[in-house]
């Protein structure tokens, strides 16, 4: 077996419907909210990224590409092959926005 032929923890682990109620759960109370299809790597399974309107985003495994488009259609909001269409700014900014208010908060941390 090669160097990188085992993975750390055995096998990986798949998408479950803990994984699914939570982006249900996390849609139902955002505004806006848009998914985003990433593919199947070696490390991880078939994600499934919810990005809302202010740039919010969450994360899990899906059960593949059409799982992807079926839960998107039961949440009645669009979906995109992050491949084909890339990230939304939107969370970009989200992003560096919380580094901004962290580095701030730490910053009072410091010299409160």
């Not at 750390?8 to 419907?17: F, I, L, N, Y």
Request: hydrophobic share 35%; charged share 35%; net charge positive.
């Amino acid at each position: 077996m090669g160097l990188f032929g085992r993975r750390k923890g055995g096998v990986r682990r798949g998408a479950d419907s803990a994984d699914a109620e939570h982006l249900r759960s996390w849609a139902a109370v955002r505004e806006g909210v848009e998914g985003f299809v990433e593919p199947r790597t070696t490390v991880t399974e078939t994600t499934m990224l919810l990005v809302a309107k202010d740039g919010e985003w969450t994360r899990r495994r899906i059960s593949g590409p059409d799982g992807a488009r079926k839960l998107a259609r039961s949440l009645k909001i669009p979906v995109y092959d992050v491949q084909l269409v890339g990230y939304p700014q939107r969370m970009r900014d989200h992003d560096a926005r919380q580094k901004i208010m962290r580095r701030r908060e730490e910053q009072r941390r410091l010299e409160g």
